[in-house]
């Protein structure tokens, strides 16, 4: 899948937990979100698991603090 897949499809999915937010892009942090809590990010997980149909490493989820960081991880994980 390439990366401008994965983008549009994860903003979808943050459109979905956390509602009609704007500015959206990668650049995008937690702190920017205020619905972007430790339940709602887990619910981020799930969402993008079932999405992109991988799962994430705890460690990793633990480390990713932007959309950034999610796309990095969900197109390194997908090409493997």
């Given amino acids: 899948m390439d990366r401008s897949t994965v983008i549009e499809k994860t903003l979808a999915v943050f459109r ?33 698991e079932k999405t992109f149909e991988i799962r994430f490493n705890l460690f990793e989820i633990i480390e990713i603090r932007d959309i950034a960081g999610l796309v990095n991880y969900i197109c390194a994980t997908t090409t493997s």
């Fill in 16 to 48: 979905k937990v956390f509602g009609d937010i704007s500015p959206l892009n990668e650049q995008t942090s937690a702190n920017e979100i205020v619905k972007w809590d430790s339940l709602n990010h887990i619910i981020l997980i799930q969402e993008l």
